[in-house]
């Protein structure tokens, strides 16, 4: 179970790594292990439907185990199925780089949502968040 | 009309198969002839939204008649129309394999959910379950 | 984290309960810490529209803290905050007694919702269930 | 325009506050003009569902201008008003108090909902994370 504690490192090293990188505004979001939030900060400068992306990217990783960019890659393939999943889903996934898995042990326990810049930089923000928290990445 | 116990077998043997075959952890609905829920089990391990993937594959089976393989090629050959049916359905409808209808007489009294493998093994999994409560399935 | 073979005690505890009791066909389903289907089985003779209503005893029961008989209290005193939170959970929650806590070490990891027949007496097998898996039940 | 700095200090006040009151887990969000979320954080021990309930709190307040002490009012003597308003706001209002208006220069730049301990506490911990951050609030 991540606790508050350990959600707000994830948000201020994932901010912190967007920064060292130079990226634009990022939101940053922490799920638990049930898709529920736990932590979330937008930066000044990002467009006000920043959550509902950080969000979408996280939950879907959560509620389908798959990272983003497993995701992405199923949608490219075969994109009616990721359409219908998000069917089943209310329409809160969102199916690309930035939705990283946060594993303990090998099982998932929750996952982090980064938007603003590409997706792939997205994606390393959030690894480094959840790497700065001790729990393993899957992005 | 398919009783409790008789769905049960279906989730029961439709779980063994998928340990027989090695299969990731499966989860296993059985709907009834109007699309409502009779029995569901998520085997540990499974991601938490596997609810909603495996009604969504019998629930577009009994709802439209067609098992979870034709409504796959019917999304491959004309999305539109599929997305359209997933519309007038509330989103609730995953149009691939693992949606496999159970027939009576030749008619339509119910569907099984699977997901959690490849989706060819998944209709395997429910068409082991439903032929082990005595009934026919078309996959 | 309740195990499949946890949940499966509770809802054949809980139908046994029913049976033992002479209630009406039960229909009972057990969520996890994230409010996430585990397991659900509805009786021969329940209407089809079961598993809604006990997932959303249920399902009221893990997202607020509060079981359905504080639920239930609090829709009495006032009523347009209930109405307001179920709004707010997308009209999943049922605010009546059948909604039970399962709690370990005092901390909440899943409830059980059970309907079929009045609301106490759905309490009452929901508890049993919880109790013969050897969890405690907040009812 | 309320900063991510402005707002991260708004929610640590708040929880600062409820510490010192000795309140439940609280869990605190802080939308922007539009409603829209800069920052959320849930305490340990708060069930999943807080930030719902959190941001329907203040986004009833941002939208309709009126806190949530005088949202409750408006809901207890005219309660099919604010139902109605619910309906047009996509069910996403919790009238009650807990939603703070934040002000600056007599206009409404944002606002603060807090969900955990009883609503007056609530409020009173969203006046404190408010007034930490050098705006005024109207609770």
Redesign the interface.
Known sequence: MI??DE??VMVAEARAKGRALGLKPLSVCVL?????????????GAS??R?EIARGKAYGA????LPGSAQKARAEE????M?????????RLVPVPGGVLVLKDGA?VGAVGVTGDTSDNDAAAAVAGIAAAGYAALA
């Open positions: 606790t508050l959600a707000r638990d292990a049930g898709g529920h939030l736990l932590a979330f900060e937008r930066e000044d006000p439907g959550f959560v509620m389908t185990g075969q994109g009616y199925f359409a219908a999943l998000n069917g089943v889903y209310d329409g998932v």
